[in-house]
């Protein structure tokens, strides 16, 4: 499947971070729920793709692509899950 292709597949997902799941190994809508959002977002980033920039908006967008829901309509606790995450890792880097 190309970049284009699985953009098209996921909501939220545009061709730049489709491209960055497939260099993840994350090529397939099944894989990406399988793995879960904060899975592929550290998959993503352990291949260089996000350059250490930990922003919650990846893990918003991941999540919504696997519930196929807008990004803004993922729960105000799961947000605040993710913001706590991609904190964690900041501060571990």
Not at 13 to 26: D, F
Not at 58 to 72: H, K, Q, S, T
Request: hydrophobic share 40%; net charge positive.
């Amino acid at each position: 499947m190309t970049a284009e292709e699985l953009a098209k597949e996921l909501r939220n997902i545009g061709p730049i971070v489709a491209n960055k799941l497939i260099n993840a190994g994350i090529d397939t809508p099944a894989k990406l729920r399988k793995a879960g959002a904060k899975k592929a977002y550290l998959r993503i980033f352990q291949t260089g793709g996000f350059c250490g920039k930990f922003h919650a908006a990846y893990l918003y967008a991941l999540e919504g692509a696997i519930l196929d829901c807008d990004w803004r309509a993922i729960p105000d606790k799961k947000k605040k899950e993710f913001k706590a995450f991609t904190e964690e890792l900041r501060s571990s880097m």
